[in-house]
């Protein structure tokens, strides 16, 4: 067992069954993509293999949205179901030496801006975990809808050793 | 003419004009980015030279809105488009020795969430082509509008040799 | 000071205070992220600091909306946000050897198309400073809501020497 995989157990942290919402397309399409010492990692939501554990859109105070706390806690469980996708390409999460850039896409109501805030979610995780190899570059969107109605899609581009 | 030119003609697959949509703005914008052994590609939409071929929003089972499948169709089409300007840049497709990654916007009607499916348009073509050096990191997103109210815009990246 | 701020100067273009707007997360994102040769930029909206200078979203010929003139205006502010961080990062932009890619949010009402247009006022001031090394693959996709309200939202990929 690797050393991050020790810090994710120190943490409580269990990681999910490795996404299988397109798994009937497996033979087209790679949740993580090694080029090098670079890995693609495709966009991943808060899933537990093929199940969604959060669904529906961030739109904070009003009736029928998901609260931006929630919104922060499906961008965290995203980061675990990334980790497990890492895990299962690469062998150990050790093989990821830093984080570069993460892209996330939060599906909003009209006139909700908090789409940083909840991305905090999933990069909160990966420096608790990496530290400082954990920073990386982010951008965060709102968009009108994401697949599986999850509220929140992020990929990322890592470097491997 | 290369290999991978020849796997298009078996498969009848003709690619369109190059894109031209911001021809004018050539001087300050490149289709396809050439850094070292890596190809980064802008957005392309199911276009034939200026041509829009598909326009619309994806919105499955409703009036007024794309099926699913012309969504597909519609990703297919701007596969080809960028296999257009690759093989302008790069002089033959031969060069692209690998997909790493795709990030596909879709144009979609609220409560559409279907547009990994779409996606597979381009990816399973891409595949069809390349076989596994075709498998690529892949995200799909959902949102408002797109250049030219195209349905679809694909961008990616690529291992060049 | 180097020959990239040599270039700026003799434009008059003076850069706007290091974005701010998420400061108190600095410790876990990063507006840079060098990974050897290659620079990973966040998004950055027309900030100054953490003063949001155009806000709002892009829809011509409406009342209510920026015209995409504005739209243009805000995205040539977002870039000038974006040289202000790489400089902060890299401590001279003539480390930024080329451009390679870029991807454009607009924030948009419903039907507006051009946000092509609304990116060409990041490309075009790119383009202005660094010449034929700032040409660069460009995407531009609609999308609901942005930080701060943002009308525009760019990040980049760029080289380093």
Redesign the interface.
């Known amino acids: 067992m690797g050393e991050i995989e020790d810090r994710l157990q120190q943490r409580g942290l269990v990681l999910p069954a490795v996404l299988e919402?397109?798994s009937e397309?497996a033979?087209?399409?790679?949740?993580?993509?090694v080029?090098g010492d670079?890995g693609?990692?495709?966009?991943h939501g808060p899933m537990d293999g093929s199940r969604v554990l959060i669904n529906g859109k961030v739109g904070d105070h009003r009736a029928g949205w998901l609260s931006q706390e929630v919104g922060y806690e499906a961008a965290r469980l995203a980061a675990l179901s990334v980790l497990a996708s890492l895990q299962a390409a690469l062998g150990t999460l050790d093989r990821v030496s830093?984080?570069?850039?993460v892209?996330g896409?939060v599906s909003?109501a009209?006139?909700?801006?908090?789409?940083?805030f909840v991305m905090?979610g999933f990069?909160?995780l990966?420096?608790d975990v990496w530290g400082d190899r954990?920073?990386?570059?982010?951008?965060?969107?709102?968009?009108?809808?994401?697949?599986?109605?999850s509220p929140v899609?992020v990929?990322a581009?890592v470097?491997l050793n």
Chains 1, 2, 3 share one sequence.
């Open positions: 919402g397109r397309r033979v087209i399409y790679d949740l993580v993509c080029a670079v693609y990692v495709s966009a830093a984080w570069l850039k892209l896409f909003v009209p006139e909700f801006t908090g789409m940083s905090n990069s909160d990966i420096h954990g920073r990386h570059a982010s951008s965060a969107v709102g968009v009108t809808e994401l697949p599986f109605g899609q990929e581009v470097a």
